[in-house]
Protein backbone atom coordinates (compact mmCIF):
# COMPACT_ATOMS: atom_id res chain seq x y z
CA UNK A 1 0.00 0.00 0.00
CA UNK A 2 2.16 3.17 -1.56
CA UNK A 3 2.47 5.85 1.32
CA UNK A 4 2.42 9.41 0.56
CA UNK A 5 3.63 12.53 3.29
CA UNK A 6 0.71 15.05 2.97
CA UNK A 7 -1.74 14.67 -0.40
CA UNK A 8 -2.29 17.84 -2.55
CA UNK A 9 -5.21 18.09 -5.81
CA UNK A 10 -1.92 18.34 -8.07
CA UNK A 11 -1.16 14.81 -6.78
CA UNK A 12 -4.22 13.11 -6.21
CA UNK A 13 -4.86 14.28 -10.08
CA UNK A 14 -2.17 12.42 -11.41
CA UNK A 15 -3.25 9.22 -9.49
CA UNK A 16 -3.82 5.81 -11.28
CA UNK A 17 -3.82 1.97 -9.97
CA UNK A 18 -0.66 -0.07 -9.93
CA UNK A 19 0.28 -1.47 -13.40
CA UNK A 20 -1.88 -4.41 -13.38
CA UNK A 21 -4.60 -4.29 -10.70
CA UNK A 22 -8.03 -2.91 -10.34
CA UNK A 23 -8.07 -0.58 -7.79
CA UNK A 24 -4.83 0.78 -5.17
CA UNK A 25 -5.18 2.33 -2.17
CA UNK A 26 -2.91 5.44 -1.18
CA UNK A 27 -2.24 6.29 2.58
CA UNK A 28 -1.33 9.75 3.45
CA UNK A 29 1.33 9.60 5.83
CA UNK A 30 1.06 12.96 7.60
CA UNK A 31 0.56 12.96 11.33
CA UNK A 32 -2.62 14.89 11.22
CA UNK A 33 -4.42 13.09 9.32
CA UNK A 34 -3.65 9.41 10.78
CA UNK A 35 -5.64 6.22 8.77
CA UNK A 36 -6.81 8.33 5.98
CA UNK A 37 -5.94 7.42 1.77
CA UNK A 38 -7.71 7.26 -1.48
CA UNK A 39 -8.75 3.81 -2.85
CA UNK A 40 -7.92 4.56 -6.91
CA UNK A 41 -9.64 2.17 -9.10
CA UNK A 42 -9.75 2.19 -13.19
CA UNK A 43 -12.57 4.89 -13.27
CA UNK A 44 -13.15 6.58 -9.46
CA UNK A 45 -11.15 7.76 -6.03
CA UNK A 46 -12.71 7.89 -3.38
CA UNK A 47 -11.38 8.61 0.35
CA UNK A 48 -11.41 6.44 3.24
CA UNK A 49 -10.35 6.65 7.27
CA UNK A 50 -9.04 3.40 8.74
CA UNK A 51 -9.58 3.50 12.73
CA UNK A 52 -10.44 0.95 15.61
CA UNK A 53 -13.64 0.72 17.67
CA UNK A 54 -14.01 -2.06 19.53
CA UNK A 55 -10.59 -3.17 19.11
CA UNK A 56 -11.51 -3.99 15.40
CA UNK A 57 -9.79 -1.95 12.44
CA UNK A 58 -12.59 -0.27 10.34
CA UNK A 59 -12.80 1.48 7.02
CA UNK A 60 -14.59 4.14 6.75
CA UNK A 61 -15.53 6.11 3.01
CA UNK A 62 -15.42 9.67 2.93
CA UNK A 63 -16.85 10.33 -0.50
CA UNK A 64 -15.44 10.05 -4.03
CA UNK A 65 -13.00 12.79 -5.63
CA UNK A 66 -13.47 15.07 -6.75
CA UNK A 67 -16.90 15.14 -6.06
CA UNK A 68 -15.36 15.25 -2.25
CA UNK A 69 -12.45 17.94 -2.42
CA UNK A 70 -9.15 17.06 -0.68
CA UNK A 71 -10.05 20.33 1.73
CA UNK A 72 -13.94 18.67 2.39
CA UNK A 73 -12.41 14.95 2.75
CA UNK A 74 -9.74 16.68 5.97
CA UNK A 75 -13.26 18.01 7.55
CA UNK A 76 -14.57 14.24 7.37
CA UNK A 77 -11.36 13.07 8.76
CA UNK A 78 -11.00 15.59 11.52
CA UNK A 79 -14.93 15.39 12.25
CA UNK A 80 -14.42 10.90 12.33
CA UNK A 81 -11.36 11.60 15.20
CA UNK A 82 -13.35 13.95 17.29
CA UNK A 83 -16.18 11.40 16.82
CA UNK A 84 -13.97 9.09 18.62
CA UNK A 85 -12.13 11.07 20.73
CA UNK A 86 -15.91 12.26 22.75
CA UNK A 87 -17.31 10.77 26.14
CA UNK A 88 -18.70 8.46 25.71
CA UNK A 89 -17.40 7.56 22.34
CA UNK A 90 -19.53 8.02 18.72
CA UNK A 91 -18.93 5.36 15.84
CA UNK A 92 -18.40 7.45 12.94
CA UNK A 93 -19.78 5.18 10.69
CA UNK A 94 -23.50 5.70 12.70
CA UNK A 95 -22.53 9.43 13.13
CA UNK A 96 -22.62 10.14 9.24
CA UNK A 97 -25.06 7.69 8.64
CA UNK A 98 -27.13 9.92 11.02
CA UNK A 99 -26.29 12.98 9.43
CA UNK A 100 -27.26 11.97 6.12
CA UNK A 101 -30.61 10.72 7.10
CA UNK A 102 -31.48 13.80 8.67
CA UNK A 103 -30.07 15.79 5.89
CA UNK A 104 -31.87 14.16 2.56
CA UNK A 105 -35.17 12.75 1.60
CA UNK A 106 -34.83 11.30 -2.31
CA UNK A 107 -36.79 14.32 -3.26
CA UNK A 108 -34.02 16.69 -1.98
CA UNK A 109 -31.45 14.59 -3.99
CA UNK A 110 -33.40 14.82 -6.95
CA UNK A 111 -33.63 18.96 -6.48
CA UNK A 112 -29.50 18.70 -5.91
CA UNK A 113 -29.38 16.49 -9.29
CA UNK A 114 -31.28 19.27 -11.06
CA UNK A 115 -29.64 22.01 -10.10
CA UNK A 116 -25.84 21.37 -9.56
CA UNK A 117 -25.57 18.70 -12.34
CA UNK A 118 -28.66 18.79 -15.05
CA UNK A 119 -28.90 22.47 -15.20
CA UNK A 120 -25.31 23.19 -14.62
CA UNK A 121 -24.19 21.17 -17.09
CA UNK A 122 -26.91 22.61 -19.61
CA UNK A 123 -27.69 19.32 -21.01
CA UNK A 124 -30.23 19.35 -23.83
CA UNK A 125 -32.47 16.99 -22.21
CA UNK A 126 -32.87 19.35 -18.72
CA UNK A 127 -36.65 19.95 -19.18
CA UNK A 128 -37.58 16.29 -19.93
CA UNK A 129 -35.56 14.77 -17.01
CA UNK A 130 -36.80 17.56 -14.80
CA UNK A 131 -40.64 16.54 -15.81
CA UNK A 132 -39.96 12.90 -15.28
CA UNK A 133 -38.08 13.72 -12.19
CA UNK A 134 -41.09 16.04 -10.78
CA UNK A 135 -43.90 13.73 -12.45
CA UNK A 136 -42.77 9.64 -11.89
CA UNK A 137 -39.72 9.85 -9.51
CA UNK A 138 -40.86 12.25 -6.72
CA UNK A 139 -44.50 11.42 -6.31
CA UNK A 140 -43.84 7.75 -6.00
CA UNK A 141 -40.38 7.61 -4.16
CA UNK A 142 -39.55 11.40 -2.86
CA UNK A 143 -40.25 10.89 0.74
CA UNK A 144 -37.93 8.04 1.36
CA UNK A 145 -34.50 8.68 3.39
CA UNK A 146 -31.85 8.67 0.61
CA UNK A 147 -29.75 5.55 2.53
CA UNK A 148 -33.22 3.56 3.03
CA UNK A 149 -34.27 3.68 -0.88
CA UNK A 150 -34.13 -0.18 -2.43
CA UNK A 151 -33.60 -1.12 -6.01
CA UNK A 152 -37.05 -2.72 -5.08
CA UNK A 153 -38.29 1.11 -4.50
CA UNK A 154 -36.91 2.69 -7.94
CA UNK A 155 -38.25 -0.64 -9.65
CA UNK A 156 -42.14 0.82 -8.62
CA UNK A 157 -41.83 4.12 -10.42
CA UNK A 158 -40.70 2.43 -13.50
CA UNK A 159 -43.65 -0.50 -12.82
CA UNK A 160 -46.14 1.86 -12.23
CA UNK A 161 -45.19 3.65 -16.00
CA UNK A 162 -45.61 0.70 -17.36
CA UNK A 163 -48.92 -0.41 -15.61
CA UNK A 164 -50.32 2.74 -17.60
CA UNK A 165 -48.73 1.88 -20.82
CA UNK A 166 -45.77 4.49 -21.04
CA UNK A 167 -43.47 1.58 -21.88
CA UNK A 168 -41.23 3.81 -23.97
CA UNK A 169 -41.04 6.20 -20.50
CA UNK A 170 -40.11 3.88 -18.54
CA UNK A 171 -37.20 3.06 -20.22
CA UNK A 172 -35.85 6.56 -20.29
CA UNK A 173 -36.67 6.53 -16.65
CA UNK A 174 -34.79 4.36 -15.70
CA UNK A 175 -31.58 5.75 -17.50
CA UNK A 176 -33.14 9.08 -15.65
CA UNK A 177 -32.24 7.17 -12.31
CA UNK A 178 -29.15 5.64 -13.23
CA UNK A 179 -27.49 9.03 -13.82
CA UNK A 180 -29.24 10.28 -10.56
CA UNK A 181 -27.86 7.70 -8.56
CA UNK A 182 -24.34 7.89 -10.54
CA UNK A 183 -23.94 11.62 -9.73
CA UNK A 184 -25.22 10.46 -5.50
CA UNK A 185 -22.44 8.34 -5.80
CA UNK A 186 -20.03 11.05 -7.17
CA UNK A 187 -21.15 14.10 -5.17
CA UNK A 188 -20.59 11.87 -1.83
CA UNK A 189 -24.10 11.29 -1.07
CA UNK A 190 -23.77 7.37 -1.27
CA UNK A 191 -21.39 5.34 -1.14
CA UNK A 192 -23.51 2.54 -3.10
CA UNK A 193 -25.27 3.12 -6.25
CA UNK A 194 -28.42 1.11 -5.33
CA UNK A 195 -29.26 1.41 -9.43
CA UNK A 196 -26.02 -0.82 -10.33
CA UNK A 197 -27.46 -4.10 -10.79
CA UNK A 198 -30.78 -3.02 -11.89
CA UNK A 199 -31.67 -4.47 -15.11
CA UNK A 200 -34.06 -1.68 -17.50
CA UNK A 201 -37.66 -3.05 -18.60
CA UNK A 202 -38.00 -5.41 -20.49
CA UNK A 203 -38.90 -3.57 -23.91
CA UNK A 204 -37.12 -2.11 -27.10
CA UNK A 205 -38.47 0.71 -29.12
CA UNK A 206 -38.95 0.03 -32.80
CA UNK A 207 -37.57 2.45 -35.32
CA UNK A 208 -40.11 5.03 -36.29
CA UNK A 209 -41.08 4.71 -40.19
CA UNK A 210 -43.99 7.14 -40.21
CA UNK A 211 -43.93 9.66 -43.17
CA UNK A 212 -47.00 12.38 -44.01
CA UNK A 213 -48.03 12.36 -46.97
CA UNK A 214 -49.58 15.95 -48.83
CA UNK A 215 -52.99 15.87 -48.21
CA UNK A 216 -51.60 15.49 -44.28
CA UNK A 217 -49.23 17.99 -44.63
CA UNK A 218 -52.10 20.19 -45.77
CA UNK A 219 -54.23 19.22 -42.99
CA UNK A 220 -51.45 20.20 -40.18
CA UNK A 221 -50.92 23.46 -41.75
CA UNK A 222 -54.14 24.91 -41.84
CA UNK A 223 -56.16 23.34 -39.53
CA UNK A 224 -54.01 23.39 -36.60
CA UNK A 225 -55.01 26.94 -35.04
CA UNK A 226 -58.82 26.10 -35.04
CA UNK A 227 -58.41 22.82 -34.07
CA UNK A 228 -56.33 23.42 -31.09
CA UNK A 229 -58.48 26.87 -30.51
CA UNK A 230 -58.76 26.52 -27.01
CA UNK A 231 -54.94 26.10 -26.12
CA UNK A 232 -53.32 29.66 -25.45
CA UNK A 233 -50.79 29.52 -27.59
CA UNK A 234 -52.53 27.61 -30.82
CA UNK A 235 -51.33 30.41 -33.08
CA UNK A 236 -47.78 29.65 -31.67
CA UNK A 237 -47.96 26.08 -32.28
CA UNK A 238 -49.45 26.87 -36.13
CA UNK A 239 -46.36 29.08 -36.68
CA UNK A 240 -44.24 26.29 -35.17
CA UNK A 241 -45.34 23.27 -36.70
CA UNK A 242 -45.35 25.40 -40.16
CA UNK A 243 -41.40 26.70 -39.37
CA UNK A 244 -40.78 22.94 -38.83
CA UNK A 245 -42.23 21.79 -42.55
CA UNK A 246 -40.61 24.69 -43.74
CA UNK A 247 -36.96 24.16 -42.95
CA UNK A 248 -36.79 20.40 -41.61
CA UNK A 249 -35.49 21.61 -38.16
CA UNK A 250 -36.00 20.50 -34.84
CA UNK A 251 -38.81 20.66 -32.56
CA UNK A 252 -36.34 22.16 -29.63
CA UNK A 253 -34.38 23.87 -31.95
CA UNK A 254 -37.59 25.74 -33.57
CA UNK A 255 -39.11 26.38 -30.40
CA UNK A 256 -36.24 27.84 -28.90
CA UNK A 257 -35.03 29.84 -31.95
CA UNK A 258 -33.85 33.27 -30.46
CA UNK A 259 -34.30 36.17 -33.34
CA UNK A 260 -30.07 36.95 -32.28
CA UNK A 261 -29.88 33.35 -34.41
CA UNK A 262 -31.34 34.80 -37.37
CA UNK A 263 -29.04 36.81 -39.88
CA UNK A 264 -27.56 36.99 -43.60
CA UNK A 265 -24.66 35.29 -45.59
CA UNK A 266 -21.83 37.14 -45.88
CA UNK A 267 -19.68 37.73 -48.93
CA UNK A 268 -15.93 37.71 -49.38
CA UNK A 269 -15.63 41.29 -47.87
CA UNK A 270 -17.85 40.14 -44.49
CA UNK A 271 -20.86 42.20 -45.73
CA UNK A 272 -24.53 40.71 -45.49
CA UNK A 273 -26.17 39.32 -48.22
CA UNK A 274 -29.44 40.54 -48.02
CA UNK A 275 -30.99 38.33 -50.31
CA UNK A 276 -29.50 35.33 -48.16
CA UNK A 277 -31.27 35.09 -44.80
CA UNK A 278 -29.78 32.47 -42.34
CA UNK A 279 -30.72 30.70 -39.01
CA UNK A 280 -27.46 30.24 -37.28
CA UNK A 281 -28.06 27.45 -34.35
CA UNK A 282 -25.06 27.64 -31.80
CA UNK A 283 -23.57 24.09 -30.75
CA UNK A 284 -25.17 24.35 -27.31
CA UNK A 285 -28.59 24.09 -29.26
CA UNK A 286 -27.85 21.75 -31.40
CA UNK A 287 -28.47 18.19 -31.03
CA UNK A 288 -24.77 17.17 -31.95
CA UNK A 289 -23.12 19.75 -30.33
CA UNK A 290 -21.51 21.04 -33.92
CA UNK A 291 -23.07 24.74 -34.94
CA UNK A 292 -25.66 24.63 -38.06
CA UNK A 293 -26.26 27.48 -40.33
CA UNK A 294 -29.77 26.88 -42.08
CA UNK A 295 -30.39 28.63 -45.02
CA UNK A 296 -34.00 30.09 -44.96
CA UNK A 297 -36.43 29.53 -47.60
CA UNK A 298 -39.22 32.90 -48.94
CA UNK A 299 -41.71 30.92 -46.75
CA UNK A 300 -39.64 29.79 -43.58
CA UNK A 301 -39.24 34.20 -43.46
CA UNK A 302 -42.88 34.42 -44.32
CA UNK A 303 -43.24 32.38 -41.18
CA UNK A 304 -40.65 33.93 -38.73
CA UNK A 305 -42.18 37.28 -39.69
CA UNK A 306 -45.33 36.48 -38.35
CA UNK A 307 -44.33 34.76 -35.55
CA UNK A 308 -41.91 37.54 -34.84
CA UNK A 309 -44.50 40.02 -34.84
CA UNK A 310 -46.46 38.05 -32.39
CA UNK A 311 -43.46 38.00 -30.16
CA UNK A 312 -43.08 41.33 -29.12
CA UNK A 313 -40.17 42.24 -27.80
CA UNK A 314 -39.17 39.20 -26.97
CA UNK A 315 -35.96 37.55 -27.58
CA UNK A 316 -37.52 34.46 -28.30
CA UNK A 317 -39.19 34.29 -31.36
CA UNK A 318 -41.83 31.90 -29.68
CA UNK A 319 -41.95 33.29 -26.01
CA UNK A 320 -43.75 31.12 -22.94
CA UNK A 321 -46.54 33.66 -21.43
CA UNK A 322 -46.05 32.33 -18.40
CA UNK A 323 -42.01 32.61 -17.99
CA UNK A 324 -39.50 34.62 -19.94
CA UNK A 325 -38.06 31.77 -21.83
CA UNK A 326 -39.04 30.04 -25.18
CA UNK A 327 -41.91 27.47 -25.30
CA UNK A 328 -40.76 23.95 -24.56
CA UNK A 329 -39.88 21.57 -26.63
CA UNK A 330 -41.88 19.22 -24.47
CA UNK A 331 -45.51 21.35 -24.02
CA UNK A 332 -45.31 20.93 -28.10
CA UNK A 333 -44.68 17.08 -28.35
CA UNK A 334 -47.99 16.64 -25.55
CA UNK A 335 -50.03 18.75 -27.59
CA UNK A 336 -49.71 17.13 -31.00
CA UNK A 337 -51.81 13.83 -29.29
CA UNK A 338 -54.91 16.19 -29.82
CA UNK A 339 -53.88 17.72 -32.79
CA UNK A 340 -54.18 14.27 -34.29
CA UNK A 341 -57.17 13.42 -32.86
CA UNK A 342 -59.26 16.72 -33.39
CA UNK A 343 -57.94 16.62 -37.29
CA UNK A 344 -58.20 12.80 -37.80
CA UNK A 345 -54.63 12.10 -38.63
CA UNK A 346 -52.66 8.75 -38.46
CA UNK A 347 -50.14 8.93 -35.36
CA UNK A 348 -47.50 11.13 -35.79
CA UNK A 349 -44.80 13.10 -33.56
CA UNK A 350 -43.09 16.65 -34.01
CA UNK A 351 -40.03 14.60 -35.06
CA UNK A 352 -41.79 13.06 -38.13
CA UNK A 353 -42.28 16.42 -39.53
CA UNK A 354 -38.68 16.66 -39.52
CA UNK A 355 -38.82 12.83 -41.48
CA UNK A 356 -41.40 13.70 -43.66
CA UNK A 357 -39.70 16.77 -45.27
CA UNK A 358 -36.73 14.49 -46.05
CA UNK A 359 -38.49 11.95 -47.44
CA UNK A 360 -40.34 14.61 -49.29
CA UNK A 361 -37.36 16.11 -50.82
CA UNK A 362 -35.80 12.74 -51.57
CA UNK A 363 -38.75 12.45 -53.85
CA UNK A 364 -39.53 12.53 -57.24
CA UNK A 365 -39.32 15.57 -58.64
CA UNK A 366 -37.15 16.92 -56.16
CA UNK A 367 -34.60 14.08 -56.33
CA UNK A 368 -32.60 15.82 -54.01
CA UNK A 369 -29.26 14.28 -53.02
CA UNK A 370 -28.41 12.81 -49.89
CA UNK A 371 -25.42 14.27 -48.59
CA UNK A 372 -27.22 17.61 -49.35
CA UNK A 373 -30.43 16.71 -47.01
CA UNK A 374 -27.87 15.26 -44.50
CA UNK A 375 -26.09 19.18 -44.32
CA UNK A 376 -30.02 20.24 -44.27
CA UNK A 377 -30.67 17.92 -41.28
CA UNK A 378 -27.23 18.37 -39.75
CA UNK A 379 -26.34 14.63 -40.02
CA UNK A 380 -22.73 15.15 -39.80
CA UNK A 381 -22.09 10.84 -39.21
CA UNK A 382 -23.43 11.28 -43.51
CA UNK A 383 -21.24 13.86 -44.40
CA UNK A 384 -18.48 13.59 -42.40
CA UNK A 385 -18.57 9.87 -42.58
CA UNK A 386 -14.61 9.51 -45.02
CA UNK A 387 -11.58 10.57 -44.66
CA UNK A 388 -11.89 11.98 -47.69
CA UNK A 389 -15.43 14.20 -47.14
CA UNK A 390 -14.48 15.05 -43.36
CA UNK A 391 -10.29 16.20 -44.52
CA UNK A 392 -10.24 17.02 -47.99
CA UNK A 393 -13.71 18.24 -48.99
CA UNK A 394 -13.72 21.58 -47.64
CA UNK A 395 -17.46 22.84 -48.76
CA UNK A 396 -20.08 23.96 -46.88
CA UNK A 397 -23.14 23.41 -49.26
CA UNK A 398 -25.10 26.50 -48.48
CA UNK A 399 -25.31 27.14 -52.51
CA UNK A 400 -26.87 23.09 -52.61
CA UNK A 401 -28.96 23.69 -49.85
CA UNK A 402 -30.33 26.72 -50.41
CA UNK A 403 -31.26 25.68 -54.25
CA UNK A 404 -32.79 22.46 -52.33
CA UNK A 405 -34.73 24.65 -49.72
CA UNK A 406 -36.04 26.74 -52.28
CA UNK A 407 -37.14 23.27 -54.63
CA UNK A 408 -38.59 22.17 -51.47
CA UNK A 409 -40.66 25.52 -50.26
CA UNK A 410 -42.31 25.15 -54.29
CA UNK A 411 -43.39 21.84 -53.72
CA UNK A 412 -44.49 22.54 -49.88
CA UNK A 413 -46.55 25.59 -51.23
CA UNK A 414 -47.90 23.04 -53.98
CA UNK A 415 -49.41 20.89 -51.13
CA UNK A 416 -50.69 23.58 -48.90
CA UNK A 417 -52.16 25.13 -51.49
Not at 106 to 131: G, H, Q
Not at 271 to 285: A, F
Not at 361 to 387: D, E, G
Request: glycine share 4%.
Amino acid sequence: MPAVSGFTEKYLEMLRPKDGAIQTDFMDTSPKFPGFGIRVGRRSKSFFLFYFWNSRRVRLTLGTYPAVSLKEAHRRVTEARACIKAFPPIDPRAHFATKKAEQGTIESLVEDFLAKDVRARELRTADDIERVMRKEVIPTIGRLPILAVHRRDLKLVTDQMIARGSKVGAVRCHTMLRMLFKWAVQAGELDHNPMELSAPPPFKGTPRDTVLEPQEIKQVWHGTEAALADEQLAKSFQHIFRLCLATSGRIGEVTGLQLSELGYEKDDNHKPILDKPVWRIPPERSKNKHAHTMPLSALAMEIIAEAKADAGRSRFLFPSPRTNRAIGANTVVCVVKTLRERLGIKHFTTHDLRRSVATQMARPPLKTSQIVIAHILNHRSVFNATVTSKHYVQHDYMEEMRDALDAWTTRLREFVA
